[in-house]
């Protein structure tokens, strides 16, 4: 799992992002816009990819065994 650090670098050829960049969005892309109890990815998905929630909430949970969710994040 790579950190938040290390995705900018390897994504945005080394540089660093201006402020401006970030507040105009020009290194995040497009925005997409999830219906409400959305599955953005799924435990064990072979996925590199960061979400920043500039709206709303998410959360990150853990399956267990007994079929139970463990909420973590």
């Not at 969005?25 to 435990?43: E, M, W």
């Not at 990150?60 to 909420?71: A, N, P, S, T, V």
Request: charged share 25%.
């Amino acid at each position: 799992m790579q950190t938040l650090s290390q995705f900018i670098g390897s994504h945005h050829s080394g540089e660093t992002s201006s402020k401006n960049e970030w507040a105009n969005n020009d290194f995040l892309g497009t925005a997409k816009i999830y219906k409400p109890h959305s599955v953005l990815c799924r435990q064990d998905d072979d996925d590199d990819t960061i979400f920043i929630v500039k709206s709303g909430w998410a959360l990150l949970y853990r399956g267990l065994l007994d079929g139970e969710r463990q909420i973590i994040d």
